[in-house]
């Protein structure tokens, strides 16, 4: 087990290496690609849309998918390959091949 120091928002703010508004209201869910940690996927209240971002651009915005009826309660990478899920208030799961959307 690791056990850390119990830290400040301050102190826990001078390790922030990047942010960004990525969603216009409330910040349901983020996650971290599983493979490699370079892409970032959030989701929200209110947009119905998921938002990726790239490490390697510095945090940029690459993709957005839309469409999505209702709001997306939560996202997750798969353990191999470049896939991701979005679920949600409308009940669908819907399943993305990142690779393809480069």
Known sequence: FFFFKQKTAYEISACLVGSEMCIRDSLYSGQFSKIDGTVILGCGSNTNEAKLFDQ??????????TDISREINTVDFANKGGFFALAGGDGYLRMFNLNLLA
Do not use: Q
């Open 56 to 65: 390697e651009t510095g945090y940029k915005h690459i993709a957005t998918i």
